[in-house]
């Protein structure tokens, strides 16, 4: 079965830092494309940043841009979010996916279990 599982997640102070990782088991994520999302309570999940197969293309939406960075290690069949200046409003659960492309809405894989970013004081 193809999966991606999320990781990294915790509690963290506003301005601070986190590196999400997304493990891809079952497949070979280097095929893909993948997306991070996060769902924040009360709202609908978005997607925030994606990263090509290759790792040449990376898009951020507007509200991360600047502070987010995606990375991919395709040796080891890993995806990254390094997050910085992080705010309180972006608390929230934390999710990857891989799919065709950047700019494709097929799916390889489901909804996973996510990762939980809380940013409070």
């Known amino acids: 079965q193809s999966q991606l599982v999320e990781s990294g997640g915790g509690l963290v102070q506003p301005g601070g830092s986190l590196r999400l990782s997304c493990a891809a088991s079952g497949f070979t994520s280097r095929s893909y494309a993948i997306g991070w999302f996060r769902q924040a309570p009360g709202k609908e999940r978005e997607e925030i940043s994606c990263i090509s197969s290759s790792g040449g293309t990376t898009n951020y939406a507007d509200s991360v841009k600047g502070r987010f960075t995606i990375s991919r290690d395709n040796a080891k069949n890993m995806v990254y979010l390094q997050m910085n200046s992080l705010k309180p409003e972006e608390t929230a659960v934390y999710y990857c996916?891989?799919?065709?492309?950047?700019?494709?809405?097929?799916?390889?894989?489901?909804w996973g279990q996510g990762t939980q970013v809380t940013v409070s004081s």
């Open positions: 996916r891989a799919k065709l492309s950047c700019g494709s809405s097929v799916f390889l894989t489901s």
